[in-house]
């Protein structure tokens, strides 16, 4: 039997990856659902070529576009925000890549868990937000979350046959992202298209912000907590800029296990869509004897404050990483459109946690309003 697969936010750069793996393996898997938020185009080309049972286009304006496009083929074409939670419970599909990028990621995640679908989760932010629910529920239903975030693949890999014995801590490797070894004076004046440019990853806009201010570890500690049932003082962050370490795992008698390769998303997706196999491909591989050496350094959280702030989230608690989510995504908006600067957006962040309330353990329902105060103060700022 084929494992049947929904990819949420198919147009992406996990998306897009995800379709390449299955394209591989098409022995193994089949398009079920796609969905984009407003690149038709694509929608539409990849609709054609993997048949699924459905698309759904969240921006409504493209419908009819996507309708007529698809005029003569099977797919079922839906559209509207409502339409990503509907999909989501369809009983056609094995399995959710979750694939959108930030808090709008995280209703169609949820409704796919109580739903009973296991969840292949690259989008990160829902666990920063509501981590504890979500991975509360996953419990409840026996669904398996399974990482595509290569950092917690590794981890998760890192675990397979120690479920008896205790984790001392996790180490999450960072590259650093393209401002390394930057101080203020430099990073005051950089603009969106030097924060674009990853050294290692090829990635959406978004998280290659995030990357560039360090924010994407922060969120990653954060992640790392809920999928792991973690102590925050299990997790530490080290930057390895060649990025070949994807994270490790060190256990109580000082053993410490890593996870390695060449830096190419298509291996955790790959394997979040096998687990608990693994399935051969042509990717290059890592070779020691042409290594240059890995490295390794501690994080610059003065200047990188994100870093230094999504710690103090992922030690307060409560509502307070939701809130530093959202702002981020604020900020990082403001930054693409430049409308505000680099170091901006980590000011932006630290004052809407100093200004949302705190709430220890908020409901969903809290989290949801968190999330709306935190973007309306940051948007806020914007406007000054
Ligand atoms: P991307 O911007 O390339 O793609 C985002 C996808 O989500 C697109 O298909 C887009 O249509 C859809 N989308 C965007 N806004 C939406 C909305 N409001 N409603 C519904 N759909 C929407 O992003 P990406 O780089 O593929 O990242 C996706 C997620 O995976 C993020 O949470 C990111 O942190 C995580 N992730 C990405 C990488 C990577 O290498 N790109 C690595 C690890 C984790
Ligand atoms: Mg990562």
């Keep these: 039997m084929k494992k049947r697969i929904a990819i949420f936010g198919s147009t992406g750069s996990i998306g897009t990856q995800a379709l390449e793996v299955i394209a591989s393996n098409l022995d193994k898997f089949e398009v079920e659902i796609l969905t984009a938020h407003s690149n038709d185009k694509l929608l539409v080309q990849q609709a054609k070529k993997f048949n699924p049972n459905a698309v759904v286009i969240v921006n409504e304006s493209k419908y009819a576009a996507v309708k007529e496009a698809l005029a003569s083929t099977n797919v079922k074409v839906f559209a509207g925000e409502n339409a990503l939670e509907e999909a989501a419970v369809f009983d056609t599909y094995d399995m959710m890549v979750a694939a959108i990028v930030g808090f709008a990621g995280l209703k169609s995640t949820l409704k796919a868990i109580d739903s009973g679908k296991a969840v ?3 989008n990160k932010e829902t666990l920063v937000v509501a981590g504890d629910i979500v991975m509360q529920r996953a419990v409840e239903k026996r669904v398996p979350v399974i990482p595509v975030d290569s950092e917690h693949s590794a981890i998760f890999q890192c675990l397979i046959g120690e479920t008896r014995n205790k984790i001392e801590k996790v180490i999450l490797t960072a590259s ?3 401002f390394l070894g930057k101080k203020p004076n430099f990073l005051v004046n950089v603009k969106k298209e030097h924060a674009l440019q ?11 912000v995030d990357s560039a201010t360090l924010m994407n570890k922060g969120l990653e500690m954060i992640e790392a907590r809920w ?13 390895h800029p060649e990025s070949i370490i994807h994270s490790m795992v060190q256990f109580e008698d000082g053993s410490i296990k890593a996870q390695m390769g060449l830096p190419d998303m298509k291996v955790p997706i790959q394997y979040a869509l096998s687990f608990p196999q693994r399935i051969p491909n042509a990717f ?11 490295h390794f350094e501690q994080p610059d ?3 990188f404050r994100n870093l230094a702030l999504a710690g103090n989230a992922l030690h ?16 990082v908006y403001g930054f693409l459109r430049n409308r505000i600067g680099f170091l901006d957006m980590m000011e932006m962040v630290e004052r809407a946690m100093e200004k949302i309330p705190y709430i220890k353990e908020p409901s969903l329902e809290e989290y949801f309003e968190s999330d709306a105060e935190a973007r309306n103060f940051a948007a806020s700022l914007i406007h000054i």
């Design 198 to 208: 990853h050294p290692n990853w090829n990635m959406g806009a978004k998280i290659s």
């Design 316 to 331: 307060k608690g409560g509502n307070m990483p939701c809130v530093l989510n959202a702002a981020n995504e604020i900020a």
């Design 301 to 303: 959280i003065k200047t």
């Design 120 to 122: 292949a989760l690259a």
């Design 284 to 294: 290059p591989r890592y070779d020691f004897t042409r290594s240059p050496g890995l």
């Design 227 to 239: 999928l792991f049932n973690l102590q925050p003082e299990q997790i530490q962050v080290i930057v």
């Design 176 to 178: 650093g992202g393209p």
